[in-house]
């Protein structure tokens, strides 16, 4: 018996540790939190400091928006004669990563798939073309600039296998 004594009492005495521990930190928690508080306070407030985008980034950008009307278009039957020629300049555009071969192919792909969207001769194929340039540039994406790749995969025209 007095081993189950010591046992329950060890019990006792280990779960009134932990329940003083919580409620100890807790309170930490809460006085460090206002005291966190009060110094953003009474800090001067800073501007943030973000670096410019680069040319890259800024032409992305655009291709992005352009692209996402192109996406309604082509829904709609309407196939484009030609793309922005701007897009060409993927290859010179300046950025802030280090760039390898393996973006300057992905980058020939894109425009080559920009140009089959432009050859397509019915809305299948114009559909077929863009989700094979949005390929492109999640492919690409999964190697360099990780951060639009949800966005980019949205971008693709889903309903494509019911049209058909």
């Not at 800024?58 to 196939?79: P, V």
């Not at 980058?107 to 920009?114: D, G, L, T």
Request: proline residues 3%; aromatic residues 6%; negative net charge.
């Amino acid at each position: 018996m007095t081993i189950k004594k010591l046992i329950i009492g060890g019990c006792l005495i280990g779960a009134s540790f932990f329940v003083g521990c919580q409620e100890s930190a807790s309170t930490d928690v809460e006085s460090s939190a206002e005291t966190t508080e009060e110094k953003a306070e009474a800090a001067p407030k800073k501007e943030l400091d973000m670096n410019e985008p680069s040319e890259l980034a800024l032409l992305m950008r655009s291709m992005y928006d352009k692209n996402l009307e192109l996406k309604k278009q082509i829904k709609n039957g309407e196939i484009p004669e030609s793309f922005p020629e701007d897009w060409v300049n993927i290859h010179s555009a300046k950025s802030d990563e280090k760039l390898t071969a393996a973006f300057k192919g992905l980058a020939e792909q894109y425009i080559k798939n920009m140009e089959d969207i432009t050859k397509a001769s019915t809305k299948e194929e114009g559909i077929k073309a863009y989700n094979n340039m949005i390929s492109t540039c999640a492919s690409c994406h999964t190697i360099y600039c990780q951060g639009p790749l949800k966005k980019i995969k949205k971008m693709k025209i889903k309903d494509f296998e019911s049209e058909i």
